[in-house]
């Protein structure tokens, strides 16, 4: 599985770009997890990019929509019909499931067409999401390893808030609740920063690997985030996705850089599970 972020077509990187497919299809991947941010100002001509962009993957697209997946110059279209493009170019479901060997993953939405904040950028989950989750984990096979896809971040980096960016509302409650439904691993985006924290019961919160491969064997659960993959809105970190393998208990997550014109994985390794 691959776990690609803020691709930002309309902002992206032009020579990047058209090298991403080919290095994907050469991972032999079952799944590409597409966490939101398909485009930079959510215009039709973009998603017309980033659907071109998908259809060019051999294996199958797993996304949720980001906050600059809802229109961000028409403000008319944003209030009345916010995901209309991206129903019809990324995926008619906005908050989708599915299970591949093993595998079930599960899809949150967690931007608005707008916030009673006035920052419009910041991310949400209601209640209502957070108690039908239940329900929609209760489809995965009973030994599936349960994975939970949202744009915005649960976590902070351990090095602190990022400056002016606030995780998904909720947050400490959505992780309770995933820690009582068996969820193993949580994919987000939107800071543009790559890094892992380990989530262990609730109220707990154990320091992570900042980058290199990461590692859990055990229970708790591991919140991924991703660099922007093709953007050129970088924030300290170079373009990146996380490359992940999850066999029977164990996830191993690689990161991919793009690096002097080609994609290379880190290779400094840490063991984030908890000691025994």
């Known amino acids: 599985m691959a776990h690609l972020s803020d691709l930002h077509f309309g902002k992206h990187d032009q020579d990047l ?3 991403l497919a080919p290095e994907l299809d050469a991972q032999n991947l079952d799944l590409v ?11 039709e001509d973009e998603f017309k990019v980033a659907r071109a962009f998908i ?8 996304a949720v929509p980001g906050n600059h997946d809802v229109p961000q ?14 129903r019809k170019y990324i995926d008619a479901n906005l908050e989708p499931f599915v299970e591949i060997d093993g595998v079930a993953v599960c899809g949150l939405r967690t931007s608005r067409r707008f916030s009673p904040d006035m920052n419009w950028s910041n991310g949400f989950l209601d209640r209502g999401q957070l108690r039908a989750l239940e329900g929609r984990l209760g489809k995965a096979s009973p030994g599936a390893v349960r994975v939970i896809v949202a744009h915005h971040p649960l976590l902070y980096p351990e ?9 998904v509302r909720r947050a400490d409650r959505a992780l ?21 924290r380990v989530h262990e019961r609730p109220g707990t919160v154990t320091e992570g690997a900042p980058d290199g491969l990461r590692r859990a064997t055990a229970a708790p659960i591991l919140v ?4 922007s993959t093709t953007s050129t809105r970088l924030r300290g970190h170079p373009n990146a996705y ?19 014109g080609r994609w290379m994985t880190r290779e400094r390794t840490q063991d984030v599970a908890p000691a025994a």
């Open 176 to 196: 309770e609740e995933f820690s009582r439904l068996g969820v193993r691993l949580v994919l987000s985006g939107h800071f543009h920063l790559s890094y892992v």
């Open 224 to 227: 991924a985030q991703t660099s």
């Open 73 to 86: 110059i028409n403000l008319l279209r944003r209030l009345v019909s916010p995901y209309a493009h991206y």
């Open 242 to 260: 996380n490359l992940i393998s999850i066999e029977g208990e164990e996830i191993d997550i690689a990161v991919r850089e793009w690096r002097d």
């Open 17 to 19: 770009a058209p090298t």
């Open 55 to 62: 259809d060019t993957l051999k294996a199958p697209v797993f």
């Open 159 to 167: 090095t602190g808030e990022p400056k002016r960016q606030r995780r």
């Open 33 to 43: 997890v597409i966490s939101g941010d398909f485009t930079q100002d959510g215009t």
